[in-house]
């Protein structure tokens, strides 16, 4: 099954709409290989604005750049406090793509014995 995910509004190339609690503000959308020739080998913040779904990968057709990060402590600590369509990547990965992964538990209430 092929899903198409569309986020924010797209306007002649710009992405208009709020990034992850920010002002409201217009950044041109672009295609990763874009954003790998802008910002060869290093770290990059970016919002999802279009991906489409294969199983259980998500490819990423379009992303609005956040910013660069340089240091990779840095990066790694904001991939962990990431959400809401934004997602942070190197630029030597050919692909831009995210594993979705089930969480499966228990439902119901746990109960404690004392």
């Known amino acids: 099954m092929n899903d198409i995910h569309r986020f924010g509004e797209l306007f002649n190339g710009q992405y208009s709409g709020t990034i992850r ?3 409201r503000l217009e950044v041109p959308a ?4 874009e954003v790998r020739k802008i910002y060869p080998n290093q770290y990059v913040k970016l919002q999802i604005l279009a991906s489409h779904t294969e199983g259980n990968t998500k490819y990423v057709d379009e992303v609005a750049l956040i910013r660069a990060i340089q240091d990779p402590k840095e ?3 904001e991939l962990l406090q990431s959400k809401d369509g934004v997602i942070v990547s190197h ?3 050919d692909e831009l793509k995210v594993e979705i ?3 499966r538990g228990l439902r119901g ?3 404690h014995e004392n």
């Not at 672009?30 to 290989?33: D, R, S, V």
Request: zero cysteines; hydrophobic letters at 35%; charged letters at 15%.
């Open 91 to 93: 630029t030597a990965n």
């Open 30 to 33: 672009m295609q990763w290989e």
């Open 109 to 111: 209430v746990v109960q």
């Open 21 to 23: 609690g920010q002002t």
């Open 101 to 103: 992964r089930t969480l």
């Open 75 to 77: 990066a790694t600590k």
